[in-house]
């Protein structure tokens, strides 16, 4: 058996034992998720809240942007407070001031140290018990004391004002760039209020026969004992063992292994005269599109940072009641998914029919009716997310065609739904076209196969976010949701991007096929043996069981250890651009390839591994760092991969037209440059400044105005503009680019009719 089959098999032994690690996992998810009783009661059992209010309030924090809008469980936006930490640390307070007030007729702040400790003990010993209890329908019920009662009210009466129009709380609304009347009626506040209740009581509540919380002891609160669990800690240094255990192997591997030297180029450019067929051709709407998208996706950007400094004004202008904060938050990273997306989607299609040279009946217009259901949906989903967010929705209508407030898969039910249904008809496009190729008995037949698997996973894996119902526990829908987000993005559009470079390179005659085939099988076990179980590692605090932390700390260390060698990669493509004269046609898309190869080091790698250990996310989840790895790793790694793949794809179509490198030099160098800046002068900064404050006063306090408003992070917020301004310098470039060409184009065949009349 060759060693190729060898790592085949490895691949699908990887793919099996992965998949039934994560589908056990969320099994136990299910079982052991924070439950939702029938009715939180007072001693008399007078309901205070009720299952139903519970789940009626998750929809009216999905309506009003959910995710968009602060966090829960540390899971959203930075701007506005994590509900979770902020209730907690407010019924604390509330707790705290009502029983000093009782026992000795005074503030819970003047009271000495010794008396203040005596307090901080019985509220851990309120407010940590477990009272959860049947009734003789199996049915669950808790009660709460009177004393804690008595502060969810006070703390019930903040929220209500706070997401209405009360007058005296519109400066803290300005401060978490909230519009007027977020939820528009008490009656919705007030469920709201019995949701983020909800969400912080898991947060605090020992599981049954444990000593930690449903999420982990997270928040990181002292003063209520969260504080990080054993469980935490070891693996954390465990993950770091194995991190360092993995180099070194790939690093032995590396070195031992044989490379084939790299073939003699071809004197002639392989694909230069090879004539586009008419799909192919079509093909170019969807980059002009996702261009589009990106410069849109950088203009909301800017917006974006600057709510975190002026709060609802945008330059005096009161920008938030029309363009809410989570409005716009949600189009700029949904935007992110719809622009990579869509270069990578016109990527496939492009490349399929050039794999198998077999241009199916009707291909062309599948893939302009596909283009057509792109934007319909995109325009669709964001007018529907305007309208849910502005409350024009009620709250079933919302989950239909509104906001469903779940970070990057926000769009309501029926956008989604279409939206599958697009991915689906991708699939059936690419299959029509590649079926050819998948029975060539040619050199490059593993490579394709991975390539049309990565492409059937891309189809299908979108589904999984709609295993998340109307009412489902937050507990699973964040399990379905980073399905999505991991397992669709950071794992299967990685195995697919691999498998286009290296067949667009061995159809250049730059590398082997043999040792084409070999590197992306090998690359494919490697990136999928962390990255698929390194899913979990998302899911530590969000109510799963500790066996989460354990699979998803050494795992996601994995996931860094081929990044820790992907710089021989950059190094290895930066010198094909050189290899012929005639490579300088492909010299930008190659470029970018370099680029994709140093963000992958440093956005996904590094900054991915700051916050990947428990102990780490323990008290960063939610803050500047997470924006940090998010920003260096989405753009730096798949938005220049997306731009990369689209100059390839449009070196094919455009023929013997000529390109203005010189935007296509500013253009790399500024993004490049922006992204840095943006990511190393403000955001990583603020970062590290939410960290200590994290570390010193509990999470709370990192996550709050005193914090995210003090000179010194606002600041650090209009230092970004450096970054933003050289950035979207960038894209304006990149769509210059574009219009140069589409220029060139029309009046091509003019210059056309002068060659052969001069011939």
Known sequence: MNKQKLTAIALLMVLVASFTVLLSLGSDIYRE??????AYTDSQGQV???????????????????????????????VAPDWTADWLHREAQAWLNITANQEYSKDFSLLSSSQQAGLEQLLREDIRKNTIEEDGNGREFVRLSDTRIKAIQQVQKHYVSLFGDD????????????KEGTVNTAENRQKLSAFIFWGAWAAITERPGLDHTYTNNWPFDPQLGNTPTSDNIVWSILSIVMLIAGIGALVWHHASAKHDPLPEPAKEDPLFFTNPTPSQKAVYKYFVTAIGLFLLQIFLGGITAHYAV????????????????SVVRTWHTQLAV???????????????????????KFQRIGVNVLWVALVVVVLGSMTGEWLGVQQYFDLDMNFLFGHQGYEYIDLGRVWQVLLLGGLLIWLALVTAAIKPALGDKGEMRPVIWILYASCVAIGLFYGAGLMMGKHTNLAIAEYWRWWVVHLW?????????????????????LIRARSANGAVLFATVIFLTGGLIGTLHHLYFTGAPTAV??????????EVVPLALIGYEAVETYRMRRASPWMQRYHWAIMFFVATAFWNLVGAGILGFLINPPISLYFVQGLNTTATHGHAAFMGVYGMLGIGLMLFCLRGLTGRLEWNDGLLKGAFWSLNI??????????????????FAAIEHGYWFARSPEVIHSTLVENLVWSRMIGDIIFALGGLFIAMFLFDLIKKAIAQPKATAVDGKMA
């Open 338 to 360: 719809f622009w990579i997306a869509t270069a990578w989607l016109g990527t496939g299609l492009y490349i399929a029919p050039a794999l198998s040279k077999y241009e199916p």
């Open 489 to 509: 993005v950071e794992g299967f559009f990685e195995t697919f991007a691999t498998s286009v470079i290296a067949l667009m390179m061995v159809r250049l005659g």
């Open 549 to 558: 932390i354990a699979w998803g700390a050494i795992f996601s260390a994995l």
């Open 674 to 691: 922006g992204l840095a800046a943006m990511v190393f002068i403000s955001l990583l900064p603020m970062g590290l400044v939410q960290f």
């Open 310 to 325: 002026e709060g609802q004004d945008f330059y005096g202008i009161p920008l938030a009641e029309i363009l809410p904060y």
């Open 33 to 38: 998720k924070p439950p939702i009783p029938e």
């Open 48 to 78: 205070v809240y009720s299952k139903n209010d519970v789940e009626q309030g998750q929809l009216v924090w999905r309506s009003m942007g959910g995710h968009q809008l602060g966090s829960i469980w540390g899971h959203g936006s930075y």
């Open 167 to 178: 007058p005296a709380l519109q400066p803290l609304r300005e401060q978490y760039a909230m």
